[in-house]
């Protein structure tokens, strides 16, 4: 192949980071848009506490309630905790299994400008006559024409587009993990975060392909008078609820497992023991993937299918604590008999596995289907779901932070404000959560805005609304941390502040655009560590020294992310009023720069260009 | 990393699959077709739960005609079939072959669209069945439209390749896209093959 010339001089920092195709630089920028979502929806929970701490409150309108409820599910499913897993797949997995980039450095940025602009799609919508408020479930009619406002078709168009770049992320990784690995990193030494992420990429191609329809018949219905969901003209409002559960259940799961594959890097290390039961932690993990597909129904069991189907489905609900459970028992006999360190990113893993206990057990409990008729559509299901997300993949996402800050941004999170926020955080989410279960028991209904004085409801409420107003302190302390740590925090020169155990840790820091400058030899599980312990402390090279072929970056990600959600907003001035330019016009230019930008990436062909051995060996020099 | 491949003696046997990217792009658009077929099932079974709801409008027995279909089925399958013979050419490094296959692959999906148009136009003109007449009309339009708009996407995917490569010969970077496509193009293939039984035949016939 031809050698360009590097390309790479003279870039501003903004054009640079516009086409940039480093999975590093991905991952921030993952990172920051998962962030900036995250906060948005997490002002949104502050709001709907403090309208529901006492009895009769007006400090929001029903109208308004309905939107946050809305917006704060869909944005803290679709376009925050997504990107958050993603941002950490995306740095961490080319490092654990030895590759230089991703399969598809070009894809990796198309997935990540197409879930942008999505989610900037959706949002958009509060400058439109206000955002969707039928619920992240979105179940028809209530979504349809009929009473659905502009808002749905925000919702739908914008998921619909950010959809479609968690998809062609998912089968980068896909590619990735399965033909990228270094030699001697045989499927069964990855590491389980890789294994974690590999299947829930794997689910993601399975269940966000469901949503896709669900969502184009939706559109069809709402915007081109389909009749899929009318009952009048031989439709099926059931339907919806069948597609997006196909879908729904699966997402909880894609969300989970990366949480569950972050534990179990973060529990050995700090317990400086190797994971307990690794062979059954990858086997769990299938059984969990094949079963989400398993139980959709368990959302449905009050619609009136019919006893044998509600039974089925119950039975297969309960089959996924047999496999979720094998996890928790081999996170404790990990951490059983080791060398505990209680430091911000060991407290988030190891109070994540009391707190996700308590969730599955309230689950188990949802998937008995006569009880199930009490608890449904209470706050007792509003808890059980938190305990998964927040108690489980919040808990889970804030200890990756703590534990790959170092190896990401070359310095370390100051510890005493991270113990400050982890303590904040789990007495405040206990204090937010714990008593909606009873608060759903005595029957308050969940996405309601107000509720009557004198039924016992105004303490317990109180009590949730001042453990959230806890929470929220605790993320404005992480926002400090990150600031303080930036600007006093000590630079880490060395290769592993945690004498850790897996292969990104034998990474210099900062870790060069190439990440190694030899494949590496994979001898073991576990390699660093086993390298550390029966060899030099250094990883074997797999090759010799040589040039390395890095690809172009390149600006047609964003060109198509923006083509995409130009598309959107043309498809939504279809409902509005009076659009100020006609929407065709704006539908053919979203069409014509998105496949223009396709078809322009499948013409030209970009070989991308090769460092110099020389300038490999000075930064090697530099950084060691 | 060595995507270098020898080519001093000719291309290897399998060029689409010879070097890591072509090999990816193998793999990933296998996993795309994995998501692309749960995406049809969700169409299938909307329409398979929608067929009967025709609210007084045209049912599917009364619209549909065998003969039209056949032929449809006919010309797809055909291009399937010089698509293989396509791929089979490129293995044995004949280019123009693979050419002139292509083009005539092109060609039966130009003529099954053809009449895929005229079958809508049918419909809604004679037959009274419009997208918005019932849900048995929106979920058949949008099944079969999904079909109809793979196979337009197909076919500029194989025109854009043909008129970019039109001198080069197969090289190790474009036989993967040739590759990809072909493989694409069976998967539509696929798909109406299903969308022949179900939709039609099933319909027809009475099950």
Redesign the interface.
Known sequence: ?ATATATNTNKSVLWDWLTTVDHKKLSVLYLIAGALFFLKAGAMAIFMRIQLMSPENTFLSGQTFNEFVTMHGTIMLFLAVTPLIFAFMNFVIPLQIGA?DV??PF?NALGFWIFFFGGLLVSVSWFFGGAPDAGWTAYVPLSGGEYGDLGLDFYVLGLQVSGLGT?VSA??F??TI???RAPGMTMMRLPLFCWTSLITSILI??A???L???L??LM??RI?????F?P?????PV?WQ??FW?FGHPEVYILVLPAFGIISEVIPAFSKKRLFGYTAMVFATLIIAFLSFMVWVHHMFTVGIGPITNSVFAIATMAIGVPTGIKIFNWLFTMWGGKLIFNTAMLCASSFVPTFVLGGVTGVMLAMVPVDYLYHDTYFVVAHFHYIVVGGIALGLLAGTFYWYPKMFGHMLNEKLGQLMFWMFYVGFHMTFFIQHILGLIGMPRRVFTYLDGQGMGTMNLVSSIGAFMMGAAMVVLLINVVYSAYTSKRITVRDPWDARTLEWATTTPVPEYNFAQ?PQVRSLDPWFYEKVHGDGTMKPA?PMDE??MPNGSILPFCIGLGLFVWGFGMIMMQMENPLIPEWIVIGAGVIVTFGSM?LH??H?D?GYHIPLDKIKKTEKEVS | ????VDVSKGLPPNPEKAT?EG??KF??FW??L???T??F???F??FL??R????GGPTASELFSLPLVFIMTMLLLTSSLTSVLAMYSMKKNNFRNMMILTVVTVILGFAFLGFEIYEFYEYVHHGGLG?????????FY?LVGLHGAHVTFGLFWFI??ML?YSRTGITL?NAP?FYLASLYWHFIDVVWVFIFTVVYLMAIGGA
Do not use: Y
């Open positions: 192949m230089r399969a598809f894809v998809l089968i980068n896909i590619v399965i033909n990228m191609v399975f966000f392909t469901p896709a329809a669900g184009a018949l069809l219905d081109f008078g389909g009749q899929f009318n009048g003209s031989g439709g099926n339907l069948h597609i196909i494949t090759e390395i072929h078809m499948s013409i062909e070989h | 990393m060595s995507d270098s890591l090999k990816n793999l990933g996993v795309f994995g998501g692309e749960i995406m099932a969700t169409f079974g909307t739960g929608l009967d709801g025709t609210a997208f918005t007449t019932s849900a048995f009309g929106s979920s949008s854009t390749l970019r970077t896209k």
